[in-house]
């Protein structure tokens, strides 16, 4: 074989994969879809608005760089999977399955983080009621005793989480309970419903609190948004009633 007809054939093989794998990526888009895109959810409130028991300075690294990371890996874990990153994040927390086991872990780690980090900005506010409201309040206390109660027990489980992770408030069947999961972890996944979180990774305190998560978890309640509780109580009951 000559040097022509080798470097035609070899023209010609490049091709046919270059028209290849242009139609390939037709089909798979025009049948899959485009790959969805995750985006950093708009924190409710200015940076500094929870001060004094958050600070600005932590707020503004734990939103712009972890909360960010994570919709960044979230985001490449998924490019490659168009079909799996079409169904919501709550889904693929509570079908785990469903999710490629080259992927799982990643979209499990990253998916957790986005969504348990999207769900504090929205459990806390700068206009607090500083204690629980309507059905939540009821079965606050009625679990717990009294809100003063809650608390303690809510506190010490904040306390128990060795190393990096979240204590929650949860909806299980029709009692709230305090739950606590490890890094990025999602109740979801165990078929729990949030009502309330704390995140008790060191990057939510260390800037301020050093050390001491008692301090941040007391100086906490001054900010959590009872509002929002209740409102996810009531949706987490209006999903279980089918409205
Ligand atoms: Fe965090």
Same mark, same amino acid.
Not at 8 to 29: E, F
Not at 68 to 86: F, H, I, T
Not at 150 to 161: E, G, Q, R
Not at 173 to 201: E, F, M, S
């Given at each position: 074989?000559?040097?022509?007809?080798?470097?035609?054939? !070899?023209?010609?093989?490049?091709?046919?994969?270059?028209?290849?794998?242009?139609?390939?990526?037709?089909?798979?888009?025009?049948?899959?879809?485009?790959?969805?895109?995750?985006?950093?959810?708009?924190?409710?409130?200015?940076?500094?608005?929870?001060?004094?028991?958050?600070?600005?300075? #932590?707020?503004?690294?734990?939103?712009?760089?972890?909360?960010?990371?994570?919709? $960044?890996?979230?985001?490449?874990?998924?490019?490659?999977?168009?079909?799996?990153?079409?169904?919501?994040?709550?889904?693929?927390?509570?079908?785990?399955?469903?999710?490629?086991?080259?992927?799982? #872990?990643?979209?499990?780690?990253? &998916?957790?983080?986005?969504?348990?980090?999207?769900?504090?900005?929205?459990?806390?506010?700068?206009?607090?009621?500083?204690?629980?409201?309507?059905? =939540?309040?009821?079965?606050?206390?009625?679990?717990? &005793?009294?809100?003063?109660?809650?608390?303690?027990?809510? $506190?010490?489980?904040? !306390?128990?989480?060795?190393?990096?992770?979240?204590?929650?408030?949860?909806?299980?069947?029709?009692?709230?309970?305090?739950?606590?999961?490890? $890094?990025?972890?999602?109740?979801? =996944?165990? &078929?729990?419903?949030?009502?309330?979180?704390?995140?008790?990774?060191?990057?939510?305190?260390?800037?301020?609190?050093?050390?001491?998560?008692?301090?941040?978890? =007391?100086?906490?309640?001054?900010?959590? $948004?009872?509002?929002?509780?209740?409102?996810?109580?009531?949706?987490?009951?209006?999903?279980?009633?089918? #409205?």
């Amino acid at each position: 074989m000559n040097r022509t007809l080798h470097f035609s054939l !070899l023209v010609l093989c490049i091709g046919a994969l270059v028209i290849g794998a242009a139609y390939y990526y037709r089909i798979h888009s025009k049948v899959l879809g485009p790959v969805r895109e995750y985006v950093l959810p708009p924190l409710p409130y200015s940076f500094n608005a929870l001060e004094p028991y958050i600070d600005e300075k #932590t707020m503004r690294i734990h939103y712009t760089k972890h909360h960010q990371g994570y919709v $960044n890996k979230l985001n490449a874990a998924l490019k490659d999977y168009p079909e799996v990153s079409k169904k919501p994040l709550k889904y693929l927390l509570t079908h785990v399955a469903e999710i490629p086991k080259a992927i799982r #872990t990643a979209v499990l780690n990253n &998916g957790g983080g986005y969504i348990n980090h999207a769900f504090f900005w929205e459990v806390m506010t700068p206009y607090s009621t500083q204690a629980p409201i309507g059905e =939540t309040k009821k079965l606050i206390e009625e679990q717990f &005793g009294s809100f003063e109660q809650f608390k303690i027990a809510f $506190n010490k489980a904040a !306390l128990s989480v060795f190393g990096s992770g979240w204590a929650w408030l949860v909806l299980d069947k029709n009692d709230v309970r305090i739950v606590t999961t490890a $890094n990025q972890d999602c109740p979801l =996944t165990d &078929g729990l419903v949030p009502l309330l979180v704390l995140d008790v990774w060191e990057h939510a305190y260390y800037l301020h609190y050093q050390n001491r998560r008692a301090e941040y978890s =007391t100086a906490w309640w001054h900010v959590v $948004n009872w509002e929002q509780v209740e409102k996810n109580y009531q949706q987490a009951r209006g999903e279980r009633n089918g #409205t």
